[in-house]
Structure formats: C-alpha cells, structure tokens
C-alpha cells in the first residue's frame, strides 16, 4: 500500500512554469513506476509523464515533451513534475501516481488543480 499527497497546482499565465511535487508515504516507493496523469472534466485521464524505478527511464505523451521534466527522488519518497511553457490546454487536474510500467497505475493521489489562464 502506497498513499501519495500532491502540491504545487495553482494559477499561470500562458509561457509561464509550475512545479508539482508529490510526498509518498508507505514502503517500496522504489519498487514502482511513478509520474503523473491529469483529466479534463468529461475526458478521461491521460498519461502525462512517467519515470521507471531502477532505471529511471522516462516517456511523456508527445503534447508535453520537451516542456515538461518528471523527476525522483527515492531516498525521499518524492516525485516531481517541472511543467515550463505551460498551454491553455494543459489545464487540468494533476495526478500523482504509482505502480507498473507497462499497466494503468494502481494508486493516485487526490489530484491538484493547474489552471493555465491569461
């Protein structure tokens, strides 16, 4: 079991940057992929980001490449989402989550809202 508390959403102009950040409480945070998935209202979730334990590979869904930096840090149990150049379509809620590689996550937090606005 794996429990996981985002902060850092909030209010940005177009062009402008936010950084996530994710604490994770319980034990193997190591053993798991983590990253981010955000929704739209009416959408479903989509990936956004994530990073895989051990090798830290990353992949981002193409939108976000090259804007967007997903991050770890195993000895604190955080995870990280630098978000640069921020869209109007970026807006949504934010996601922490973790499990496996190649499947849907098995946890999420509860969500942070980024609202990307003029």
């Known amino acids: 079991q794996i429990q996981l508390v985002e902060s850092g959403g909030g209010l940005v102009q177009p062009g402008g940057s936010l950084r996530l950040s994710c604490s994770a409480s319980?034990?193997?945070?190591?053993?798991?992929?983590v990253g981010w998935y955000r929704q739209t209202p009416g959408a479903q979730r989509e990936l956004v980001a994530i990073?895989?334990?051990?090798?830290?590979?990353?992949f981002y869904t193409p939108s976000v490449k090259d804007r967007f930096t997903v991050s770890r840090d195993d000895a604190r149990k955080t995870v990280s989402l630098q978000m640069n150049n921020l869209k109007f379509e970026d807006t949504a809620v934010y996601y922490c989550t973790a499990g496996s590689w190649t499947r849907l996550p098995d946890y999420y937090g509860q969500g942070t809202q980024v609202t990307v606005s003029s």
């Open positions: 319980g034990a193997l945070f190591d053993l798991y992929t």
């Open positions: 990073i895989r334990q051990k090798t830290f590979e990353t």
